[in-house]
T-cell receptor, first 114, second 114 residues
Framework: SQTIHQWPATLVQPVGSPLSLECTVE??????LYWYRQAAGRGLQLLFY??????ISSEVPQNLSASRPQDRQFILSSKKLLLSDSGFYLC?????????????FGPGTRLTVL | AQSVTQLDSQVPVFEEAPVELRCNYS??????LFWYVQYPNQGLQLLLK??????LVKGINGFEAEFNKSQTSFHLRKPSVHISDTAEYFC????????????FGSGTRLLVRP
C-alpha cells in the first residue's frame, strides 16, 4: 500500500532563517506531488505541484521554492523565512494529474516563524 | 475565478443528532466537488467526491452530499453523528479543464458533544 511521510512534524524557526521540509511517498512510482499551506482559520492553498523529477509549477509567487530531486521526494524550501510563512504545510500525492484522481495527504508539518 | 464558501466556521451538535455542513461554490464552468475531513494534527482524508451522474453521493463513515447545480451547493450530511466525527471538514472544487487544481473552502469545525 502507498504511504506518504512528512518531516519534521513541527518546527519553530526565527524570521530570516532558512527552511527545508521534506515529503516522501512509498509504494507507488511517478506520482504527482503537491505542496499546500493551511494558514490559521483558512482553507488550503496550493503552493507547488510536480508531475515528474525536476518539473515544478508554482501557483503562488512567494519566497518559497520546491524541488523534486527523486521520483518520490518533494522538498519545500526557503532562504529567508517571513512571519507570514507560519502555517500548516501539507504534502499530497495522486497517481494522475486529473482531479478525478484522488489526492492523498500526508500528516503535515506545523511551522511557526517567530 | 472559482471560489468555495463554507459559511459556518463551527457547528456544535449533540451525539446521535443529524448534521448538515454547508458548502457553496462559484464557477463559470462545470466543476468536480469534494469533501475532505481533517482530524486533529493529521492530514486530510477524502470523504466523498462528485464527478458526474447521480447528484447524491455517498462517502465513508456514513456521510453523504448532494450536488445542487442551480443553487451551486454541495452540502454534507450525516443522519446521526458520533463523538469520533469531531474534526475539521473542508469542501473543495476543481474546474473540469483545470486538471490538478483543488480550491478549498476555509473549513467547518464539527464539534460533537455527548
Amino acid at each position: 500500500s502507498q504511504t506518504i511521510h512528512q518531516w519534521p512534524a513541527t518546527l519553530v524557526q526565527p524570521v530570516g532563517s532558512p527552511l527545508s521540509l521534506e515529503c516522501t511517498v512509498e509504494g507507488t512510482s511517478n506520482p504527482n506531488l503537491y505542496w499546500y499551506r493551511q494558514a490559521a482559520g483558512r482553507g488550503l492553498q496550493l503552493l507547488f505541484y510536480s508531475v515528474g523529477i525536476g518539473q515544478i509549477s508554482s501557483e503562488v509567487p512567494q519566497n518559497l521554492s520546491a524541488s523534486r530531486p527523486q521520483d518520490r521526494q518533494f522538498i519545500l524550501s526557503s532562504k529567508k523565512l517571513l512571519l507570514s510563512d507560519s502555517g500548516f504545510y501539507l504534502c499530497a500525492w495522486s497517481q494522475g494529474a486529473e482531479t478525478t484522481d484522488t489526492q492523498y495527504f500526508g500528516p503535515g508539518t506545523r511551522l511557526t516563524v517567530l | 475565478a472559482q471560489s468555495v464558501t463554507q459559511l459556518d466556521s463551527q457547528v456544535p451538535v449533540f451525539e446521535e443528532a443529524p448534521v448538515e455542513l454547508r458548502c457553496n461554490y462559484s464557477s463559470s464552468v462545470s466543476v468536480y466537488l469534494f469533501w475532505y475531513v481533517q482530524y486533529p494534527n493529521q492530514g486530510l482524508q477524502l470523504l466523498l467526491k462528485y464527478l458526474s451522474g447521480s447528484t447524491l453521493v455517498k462517502g465513508i463513515n456514513g456521510f453523504e452530499a448532494e450536488f445542487n447545480k442551480s443553487q451551486t451547493s454541495f452540502h454534507l450530511r450525516k443522519p446521526s453523528v458520533h463523538i469520533s466525527d469531531t474534526a475539521e471538514y473542508f469542501c473543495a472544487v476543481s474546474e473540469m479543464d483545470s486538471s490538478y487544481k483543488l480550491i478549498f473552502g476555509s473549513g467547518t469545525r464539527l464539534l460533537v458533544r455527548p
